[in-house]
Structures are given as C-alpha cells and as structure tokens.
C-alpha cells in the first residue's frame, strides 16, 4: 500500500511541474499584403486587434478538406471556414450577403440572376479569383459522377440551372423555374480553385483531393482560413487566409485570430469537462442538463451562456398513412400498410386531434428536458427569427375535450380494461417507435404513453436501434406511429422543405411519395409550396407558410411535442460572440471575432 | 523450431479468411447500410443516395461484394476504401494504430510493472494485512467501470489542474522542447494508462501470488531453506524465476489483447487511437474500415498467442516443439 502511494505521489510531482494553461496570444501578425480592389466590409459589433486563438470542441474530427463532398457537420464546420462562395448567408439577419459577388440583381421573373463578382479577390496562394473559378465549380457541383449534395438544389423538375460568365467578372444564372432561393442556393456552391483542381476533376480523382490526409500547405482556399495543421483524431487548426477580402470598419483586414482550434473530444463529458477548465474557449453543442450548472458559474468562471432560445430541430409522431407504392412480393400497389381497422381510426382527423388533445407537453418540459424546453407547433421554431409564427392553430392538453372527441367517434370501453374499443370490438391503441439511443424522444414516448392510456388508448413504445428504425421507415414501413425529428436545411426557409411538405416527398412521413395528392388539403399545401418557392414577395410567402402549417395543424398530421432551447457557454475573453440557432452556431461568424485584451 | 513457426504462421490464412468472411456476413445481416445515416438528412436526395449506392459497390448482393473484396485483397493487396474518408483503409487506420499501441504499452508497464513486485511482496507476507489490503485495493479497482474510474480521474484533472484533461498532447505541444514535450506527453498519458492498467492488476497479482506460493511449497524450496540460504536468495534466486513461467504466457496472451483493451479509456480520454476509429466504423457501417481493422486485430491476438508461446519455450528448457 505505502509503495503504491509513493509512486502515484512521485508521478504526480513530475508530471505536476508541466503544468500552466496554455496561453497564447500575442501575435504581432502584420498584414502586409495590399488589400483588394474591392474589399468586403463585414458586419460586426466592434472593431477589434490581432492575435490569439479561439478552441472549440469538436466530438469527431473532420472527414475530408473538400467542402464540394463534405456531408456532415463535423467537415462542413470546417470547410464553410475554408471555402467562400458568391454570397454568404447572416445567421443573425437570416439575409444573403455578398462574398465573392459584391452585388446582383434578379429578374422580375425570378429566373435569371446576374452577380458581380469582387475585383482583387484572391484565392489563398494569391491566385486570382475569376468568372472562370466559378464556372469550375458550378461545373463539379453539377457533375453526375461527383453528385454533392448540393447538386440536388441546382436541379428543378429534372433540369439544370444554366450558369455562364459574359465577362470575369460577371456570371449570369438562369434557372428552369422561378426560384425564390436563388441567392441562397447559389451561395450553397463553395468555389474553390480551379488551377489545381481542373486537371484532378478531368481524371476523376476529385473526390481523392483535398482529404485530410493532405498537405495543409497545399491546400488552396477561397474563404477567411486555410488549414494550419491536422492530427488525426487530435486537432485541426486553421490559420488565417492572407489574401482574403474581408476588411473591419476600419479597413484592418480579417479574421483578427491567428488560430482557429477543433479539438477532437469523443466523450460529451470530456467535452464539458475542458470547457470548465478553460481548455475550450466555448462549447457548440453542451448536455441540456449541464445548463443549470453554467448559469450558475457565469461570473465565477468567466463566461456568458447565450440563451439563443428553442432549437431549430423539432420533435414529433405520425401515424402511418403510407400505401405501397411500387410493386413488392405479397404487397399491391395502392395497398395500405397498418391493419385496416388502424387505418381507419389513423385516417380520422377527430382521431389524430383527441391524440393531441391527451397529450401534457407541459409536464414533458421540467422532467424531460430539464426545463429548458417550449411548446412548438411547427418546423419554423421560435428560434426561427424570420419564419416563426405565433399565430398557427394548435390542438394543447385538453383530457376532458379528447374524451368528448373520442366518445363522438362511438369508441366505448366495453370490457372494462381501461381502454376503448371500436365498433368491431378492437381495443384502440398503437405502437409508437422511436430509436433507443435517442434518451428525449424515448422519455417523450413514455409521457405519451401513459397521457393516452388515461383517455383509453393503448400505447405500446418500441425503442428500435437506428438503423433498424430506418429501414422500418424506409423499406418495410412496419409500424403504426413514428417519433423523429426534422432539422432545418440552412438557411431555414420553408422553400428548403418541399420533400416534407408536398405530398411526392419522400420525407412526407405520414404518407409519402404520393403520385397525386390524395386529399383536398395536400393539393393545396403542393401549390402553396409551389408559390413559397417561386415567389419573391415575403408577404405573399410568408401567407402561404401561414396556411401550410395551419393545415397540418388541423388536420394534426403531425403531432408536435416540445423543442428543446439552445444554450451555449462562450467565454467572455473574446469580442464579438454572436451565436446563433443555424448551424455552424458558435463559428459562423469566427472571422470577426478577436481575443479582447490580449495578455 | 524453424518448421514450427512456419506451420503456425501459414494457419493464419485460413484463419484470416474464415474471419474476414464471418465479419463481412455479419455487417450484411446488420439492418441498414453506411447509406442509411443519410436518408433522413433533408439535403440528400434519393437520387444522390442511389449514386453514392452504386459508387461504393453497395446495390450489389453481399457474395457478390465479398468476392470483390477477396479478389483485390489477394490480388492487389487493397483493402478497400474507407466510405466516409474516401481514403485506402489502412491509411485510416495506421494513425490510430500507433497511439493505440502507445497507450497500450504504457498502461501494460502500469500493470506488470505494480502486479509482479506487489504479488510477491503479497506472497511472501500471505495472510498479513498486507496481502489482504493489496487484494482489497485492487479488486476494488478492478469492479469499478473503466467509465467511472476514467470520467472520476478526468473530474479530478479538471478540478486539481494536475493534469489535462484527456487528449494525447498539448495544443502547443509543437512549440515545447524536447524536454517539454517528454514532460507533455508523460502526462496527458498518465491517466488513461492508469485507469487501463489498474483493470488486470488484480488478476495478474493473484496469479503471480498463487505461482510463487506454490513453488514456495516444493521441496527444493525447503531444501534451500534447510541448507541455511538467506531468505532473499531462496524467494527472488530460487523460487521467483520458476514461479515467473506462467506468467510469460500470460504476457504474451496480453499482447493479442493490446488493440482492443483500451477502447473504452480511449473514448473517454479523448485519445486519438483505433476505438473511436472502430466504433464510429461499426455504427456508420463504414464496412471496409470494420473488415480492416478486424483482421488487423486478429492479425495481433494470433502474433501475440504465436510470441507467448515462443516465449515459454525460450524461458523453460523443458518446453520444445516439434
């Protein structure tokens, strides 16, 4: 025992004396390359200096360097740094702004759309900028082969945008359909470099370029940051793009930080644990139940924990409305999947709103979500500045009037057991699945379940593994209900949502992909969605959210349940913090941020 | 010996491929594909889905898929693509490998190093209360979780500042000195490697109290004894070196067992070795990476079975194959 503890001590004691924060940020950075012709003034609260580094965690490092294939967050996170596009989008505004094009104009029609690309943009090896790099990377985004994600957006009905540059400095996009998301979308293309990456894009090694494997010198961006250094699995530090066109009010060329730190940290608590030792410098994504704990500690420890209100990502269930519709072994086209008698009480609006009526969001909110949760009602959250509506119908807690709803159905508790049965004599009741990994939406499940057995429903929660919840929903489409939740595409518009909304979505849960509306409702909600995404009247669009989301509500297709609120810790060293509920929250804006009194 | 070893490694293939094709039929009968993480993704469409299917070779049937891998494997020596990296497999996988091992080892000098003294210094006081306190500490240790222990050592490092908090070096780990950096990486490995090798402590000084009890019993033992040897002679000259046998074929079984022990720490200590590699493999069904480094882990236990028992025949003349 007395051996054990000497050694513990004396490795202690050597490995105590390493010890010290890191601390790093005197810079002494002088910009001495000449700015550009037309260089970009970038909203921000306060001018701020040179120097220092901002650490956020990441719990994955990123797959790949090449913003055109990056699919998930924890690539996109870095390569939206790297990598500029025609126009960027403001969190905070929720507006377009320029980049790359300084300015552009819209025809009336809606289906051509000049930009006028920045004189003196640079790529990050001093490379010029030209009408011809974004042609490159239209072409690439467009590619069959390569197919990015965003190629998808780029196609309307089967037919592609038209993309050309009548001068370097011009490019004209003419799209098949009015598109209200034009801008947006085209500032969804990331440019990147076409005197490197033509020749590998010909050979059809594009998809191999720029992994994290390669050399970060060689790595030629377009955007505020390059990459500095990337170990696997421990870190991926960007340092700053001298050429990049960004300027503060000032005229001091951006970003002010010397290092941008993503610090690979698997474990959530690990995470939290860094954040609370002053190893990260603010955290993305914290554990709702460790909010309590920030709030407290705000002054001790010097940070501020932004209240940036509900998620933009919601919960909800369906019932399954979905018919088979291409022909499967034992299954006709047109056939329904749930048993008939299912079919017929989930086919009933009175049905689906008494299901609504029985469920105590607000007793989900303190024990659930620690009570940082709200009510929702729709895709567009409260966190949604431009798109939330206050004012949407919505079907609340109500036991007595879903009782009164259920028994106008005729549905009676014949035997006694606690639950109702139809006229057939089937007890009413259904399955809900959801994945098991997911610790909110299986509480959620278990609230819902014993809310609706006190109305006589009788639920039965099936927490499935992921993938298998996937294929349910998918492929085999065996089971009654489902609860999931939707993210919202960037920028969070509803024009973003048509595989939801129409009724040919494929993310049209309750019953998808359906060759033509089947009811008179989904018709008008397929043509409401046809003005959100022509129109470029926001009055007239937002109308026709109005009354999208209404008709879902009445009809309660969806049953919405709480949103939960999005709180992040930032430390107060640093100037001109905004975070936001879009993605990438706590970074999108990294480029004027800056180290406020640099040691 | 020559023809031994030479028989024992020309096993291996067979082995390999009974393996590799268990893993891969197991992956196929595991529901949903590496695909399947993007379904539900809004900015994915079906279309692009039905291209990335075609891309990685996954709308064919397994067999079909097995054979593809089989043919490159053997004929090429590729291994395959990892689907999310779009990188060659073991490019992957050679950067978690050095680490994993890095850790291994030192968490495998935690325990050796603390289970052979400790064990002997139980033996040679059994039933004192050193031997039981020793028994006691360990056997707590060893039915503590790796999860607590690891997330309790991390909340003391978070507290005390002692030491950092999870990761394999310092951010500024490039800029330190040498000595800087031995200090640097001392101690960010110092807990992972404690809380991995406190786990087969009780285990490994068990055994080697019981060995060294056993050979303390034999009659050579007491003839030593009778003939008037000091103590020290007959405990660590006589008796230590016949009693240390079995527990060369335990360290070599150990080495097998190096890739895998330490997955759990790993994740917890934000170490950058194979378990967050594997596991991520596993969950996205990024199933060239899994074959990967399931055959390389195989690869291990068979070398590590092979070296204890070359050890033991090295260590013990009595031990010949053949």
């Given at each position: 025992m007395r051996l054990a503890r000497t050694v513990h001590l004396a490795t202690l004691l050597l490995l105590a004396a390493g010890c010290g924060k890191n601390g790093k940020t005197a810079s002494g950075y002088r910009d001495t390359i000449p700015l550009p012709a037309d260089t970009m003034i970038t909203r921000m609260a306060s001018v701020g200096s040179y120097g220092g580094r901002f650490v956020i965690g990441e719990t994955t490092g990123p797959k790949t360097f090449n913003a055109m294939i990056a699919n998930e967050t924890s690539s996109t996170d870095v390569t939206n740094r790297m990598f500029a596009a025609l126009t960027n989008f403001d969190n905070i505004t929720q507006q377009d702004t320029p980049a790359i094009a300084k300015s552009w104009e819209i025809s009336p029609d809606g289906m051509t759309g000049t930009f006028h690309l920045r004189h003196g943009a640079r790529f990050s090896d001093g490379h010029p900028i030209s009408a011809d790099d974004i042609l490159f990377s239209f072409s690439?985004?467009?590619?069959?082969?390569?197919?990015?994600?965003?190629?998808?957006?780029?196609?309307?009905?089967?037919?592609?945008?038209?993309?050309?540059?009548?001068?370097?400095?011009?490019?004209?996009?003419?799209?098949?359909?009015?598109?209200?998301?034009?801008v947006s979308i085209a500032g969804s293309v990331p440019v990147m470099p076409k005197h490197v990456l033509e020749a590998p894009f010909k050979s059809g090694s594009f998809q191999a370029m720029y992994s994290v494997s390669t050399a970060p010198d060689s790595i030629v961006t377009s955007g505020p940051w390059r990459v500095k250094e990337q170990v696997a699995g421990e870190k991926t530090v960007l340092s700053r793009n001298p050429y990049w066109f960004g300027v503060d009010a000032a005229g001091h060329r951006l970003p002010y930080l010397d290092e941008l730190v993503y610090l690979i940290v698997p474990d959530q608590d690990a995470l939290d644990l860094k954040f609370r030792s002053g190893e990260l410098d603010g955290l993305d994504n914290p554990k709702p139940e460790n909010y309590r704990f920030y709030a407290d500690n705000q002054q001790k420890m010097n940070f501020t924990l932004h209240d940036l209100g509900p998620r933009m990502s919601t919960n909800f269930f369906w019932f399954n409305l979905n018919k088979v519709r291409k022909q499967v072994p034992g299954k006709k086209v047109g056939q329904i999947y749930v048993a008939p008698e299912k079919y017929a009480w989930f086919n009933n609006a009175t049905f689906r709103k008494a299901v609504s009526m029985a469920i105590d969001r607000q007793s989900m909110i303190p024990s659930i979500f620690f009570g940082d949760a709200v009510k929702n009602w729709s895709q567009m959250t409260a966190g949604n500045?431009?798109?939330?509506?206050?004012?949407?119908?919505?079907?609340?807690?109500?036991?007595?009037?879903?009782?009164?709803?259920?028994?106008?159905?005729?549905?009676?508790?014949?035997?006694?057991?606690?639950?109702?049965?139809?006229?057939?004599?089937?007890?009413?009741?259904?399955?809900?699945?959801?994945?098991?990994?997911?610790?909110?939406?299986?509480?959620?499940?278990?609230?819902?379940?014993?809310?609706?057995?006190?109305?006589?429903?009788?639920?039965?929660?099936?927490?499935?593994?992921?993938?298998?919840?996937?294929?349910?929903?998918?492929?085999?489409?065996?089971?009654?209900?489902?609860?999931?939740?939707?993210?919202?595409?960037?920028?969070?518009?509803?024009?973003?949502?048509?595989?939801?909304?129409?009724?040919?979505?494929?993310?049209?849960?309750?019953?998808?992909?359906?060759?033509?509306?089947?009811?008179?409702?989904?018709?008008?909600?397929?043509?409401?969605?046809?003005?959100?995404?022509?129109?470029?009247?926001?009055?007239?669009?937002?109308?026709?959210?109005?009354?999208?989301?209404?008709?879902?509500?009445?009809?309660?297709?969806?049953?919405?349940?709480?949103?939960?609120?999005?709180?992040?810790?930032?430390?107060?060293?640093?100037?001109?913090v905004e975070p936001s509920v879009i993605p990438h929250r706590l970074i999108w804006n990294i480029d004027r941020v800056y180290v406020k009194h640099p040691a | 010996m020559r023809t031994y070893v030479l028989r024992r490694i020309l096993q291996i293939l067979p082995l390999l491929l009974g393996i590799s094709a268990l893993t891969f039929l197991l992956l196929q009968l595991a529901p949903g594909d590496f695909l399947n993480q993007f379904a539900e993704n809004p900015a994915i469409s079906p279309e692009m889905l039905d291209s990335m299917r075609r891309r990685f070779g996954l709308d064919q049937p397994w067999w079909v898929q097995y054979g593809m891998y089989l043919k490159n494997v053997l004929f090429h020596f590729d291994f395959g693509e990892s689907f999310s990296r779009h990188q060659p497999v073991f490019v992957v996988l050679r950067e978690g490998l050095a680490n994993t091992l890095m850790l291994a080892g030192a968490a495998a000098v935690v325990t050796w190093g603390l289970?052979?003294?400790?064990?002997?210094?139980?033996?040679?006081?059994?039933?004192?209360?050193?031997?039981?306190?020793?028994?006691?500490?360990?056997?707590?240790?060893?039915?503590?979780?790796?999860?607590?222990?690891?997330?309790?050592?991390?909340?003391?490092?978070?507290?005390?500042?002692?030491?950092?908090?999870?990761?394999?070096?310092?951010?500024?780990?490039?800029?330190?000195?040498?000595?800087?950096?031995?200090?640097?990486?001392?101690?960010?490995?110092?807990?992972?490697?404690?809380?991995?090798?406190?786990?087969?402590?009780?285990?490994?000084?068990?055994?080697?109290?019981?060995?060294?009890?056993?050979?303390?019993?034999?009659?050579?033992?007491?003839?030593?004894?009778?003939?008037?040897?000091?103590?020290?002679?007959?405990?660590?000259?006589?008796?230590?070196?016949?009693?240390?046998?079995?527990?060369?074929?335990?360290?070599?079984?150990?080495?097998?067992?190096?890739?895998?022990?330490?997955?759990?720490?790993?994740?917890?200590?934000?170490?950058?070795?194979?378990?967050?590699?594997?596991?991520?493999?596993?969950?996205?069904?990024?199933?060239y990476l899994v074959m990967g480094a399931i055959l390389m882990a195989s690869v291990m236990l068979i070398l590590g079975n092979l070296i204890a028992d070359l050890l033991l025949a090295a260590a013990d003349p009595r031990i010949t194959y053949d």
């Amino acid at each position: 025992m007395r051996l054990a503890r000497t050694v513990h001590l004396a490795t202690l004691l050597l490995l105590a004396a390493g010890c010290g924060k890191n601390g790093k940020t005197a810079s002494g950075y002088r910009d001495t390359i000449p700015l550009p012709a037309d260089t970009m003034i970038t909203r921000m609260a306060s001018v701020g200096s040179y120097g220092g580094r901002f650490v956020i965690g990441e719990t994955t490092g990123p797959k790949t360097f090449n913003a055109m294939i990056a699919n998930e967050t924890s690539s996109t996170d870095v390569t939206n740094r790297m990598f500029a596009a025609l126009t960027n989008f403001d969190n905070i505004t929720q507006q377009d702004t320029p980049a790359i094009a300084k300015s552009w104009e819209i025809s009336p029609d809606g289906m051509t759309g000049t930009f006028h690309l920045r004189h003196g943009a640079r790529f990050s090896d001093g490379h010029p900028i030209s009408a011809d790099d974004i042609l490159f990377s239209f072409s690439v985004a467009l590619d069959s082969i390569v197919h990015p994600s965003v190629q998808d957006l780029l196609i309307q009905n089967g037919k592609k945008w038209q993309i050309s540059a009548p001068d370097s400095y011009t490019i004209v996009i003419h799209t098949p359909q009015p598109s209200a998301l034009l801008v947006s979308i085209a500032g969804s293309v990331p440019v990147m470099p076409k005197h490197v990456l033509e020749a590998p894009f010909k050979s059809g090694s594009f998809q191999a370029m720029y992994s994290v494997s390669t050399a970060p010198d060689s790595i030629v961006t377009s955007g505020p940051w390059r990459v500095k250094e990337q170990v696997a699995g421990e870190k991926t530090v960007l340092s700053r793009n001298p050429y990049w066109f960004g300027v503060d009010a000032a005229g001091h060329r951006l970003p002010y930080l010397d290092e941008l730190v993503y610090l690979i940290v698997p474990d959530q608590d690990a995470l939290d644990l860094k954040f609370r030792s002053g190893e990260l410098d603010g955290l993305d994504n914290p554990k709702p139940e460790n909010y309590r704990f920030y709030a407290d500690n705000q002054q001790k420890m010097n940070f501020t924990l932004h209240d940036l209100g509900p998620r933009m990502s919601t919960n909800f269930f369906w019932f399954n409305l979905n018919k088979v519709r291409k022909q499967v072994p034992g299954k006709k086209v047109g056939q329904i999947y749930v048993a008939p008698e299912k079919y017929a009480w989930f086919n009933n609006a009175t049905f689906r709103k008494a299901v609504s009526m029985a469920i105590d969001r607000q007793s989900m909110i303190p024990s659930i979500f620690f009570g940082d949760a709200v009510k929702n009602w729709s895709q567009m959250t409260a966190g949604n500045k431009v798109w939330f509506d206050s004012t949407l119908v919505h079907y609340d807690y109500d036991p007595d009037q879903a009782k009164k709803l259920l028994a106008s159905l005729g549905w009676k508790d014949k035997n006694g057991d606690g639950f109702l049965e139809d006229a057939q004599g089937h007890t009413i009741g259904f399955s809900l699945k959801t994945n098991s990994d997911n610790k909110i939406r299986v509480g959620m499940g278990n609230f819902i379940k014993d809310d609706l057995a006190k109305v006589g429903i009788k639920v039965t929660l099936v927490p499935l593994d992921f993938n298998t919840l996937i294929t349910t929903l998918r492929e085999t489409f065996d089971y009654d209900a489902m609860l999931l939740g939707l993210e919202s595409a960037t920028p969070p518009d509803p024009g973003m949502g048509g595989n939801v909304w129409r009724s040919s979505g494929r993310t049209h849960y309750w019953n998808e992909t359906q060759p033509k509306p089947e009811t008179p409702q989904e018709a008008r909600i397929d043509h409401l969605m046809d003005v959100i995404s022509s129109s470029n009247d926001m009055a007239t669009r937002k109308a026709a959210w109005h009354e999208i989301a209404n008709t879902v509500n009445e009809q309660c297709w969806i049953e919405w349940l709480p949103t939960i609120v999005l709180k992040l810790p930032v430390s107060n060293r640093f100037g001109n913090v905004e975070p936001s509920v879009i993605p990438h929250r706590l970074i999108w804006n990294i480029d004027r941020v800056y180290v406020k009194h640099p040691a | 010996m020559r023809t031994y070893v030479l028989r024992r490694i020309l096993q291996i293939l067979p082995l390999l491929l009974g393996i590799s094709a268990l893993t891969f039929l197991l992956l196929q009968l595991a529901p949903g594909d590496f695909l399947n993480q993007f379904a539900e993704n809004p900015a994915i469409s079906p279309e692009m889905l039905d291209s990335m299917r075609r891309r990685f070779g996954l709308d064919q049937p397994w067999w079909v898929q097995y054979g593809m891998y089989l043919k490159n494997v053997l004929f090429h020596f590729d291994f395959g693509e990892s689907f999310s990296r779009h990188q060659p497999v073991f490019v992957v996988l050679r950067e978690g490998l050095a680490n994993t091992l890095m850790l291994a080892g030192a968490a495998a000098v935690v325990t050796w190093g603390l289970a052979i003294p400790l064990g002997v210094w139980a033996a040679v006081r059994q039933y004192s209360w050193i031997d039981k306190g020793l028994s006691l500490v360990a056997f707590v240790w060893l039915s503590v979780p790796e999860i607590l222990s690891g997330l309790l050592l991390l909340m003391l490092a978070a507290r005390t500042g002692w030491f950092p908090v999870g990761g394999m070096r310092s951010i500024d780990y490039e800029d330190l000195d040498w000595i800087g950096k031995t200090i640097d990486i001392l101690r960010h490995r110092a807990l992972p490697a404690f809380v991995v090798g406190l786990i087969p402590l009780a285990s490994r000084m068990r055994q080697m109290r019981g060995n060294l009890l056993d050979v303390l019993r034999l009659d050579y033992v007491t003839t030593a004894r009778s003939k008037g040897l000091d103590e020290h002679v007959v405990v660590f000259k006589h008796a230590l070196r016949n009693a240390l046998n079995p527990m060369i074929t335990l360290f070599g079984y150990t080495l097998g067992a190096l890739l895998s022990g330490s997955f759990i720490a790993e994740i917890i200590f934000s170490w950058p070795g194979l378990g967050r590699l594997t596991l991520d493999a596993l969950l996205t069904q990024d199933q060239y990476l899994v074959m990967g480094a399931i055959l390389m882990a195989s690869v291990m236990l068979i070398l590590g079975n092979l070296i204890a028992d070359l050890l033991l025949a090295a260590a013990d003349p009595r031990i010949t194959y053949d």
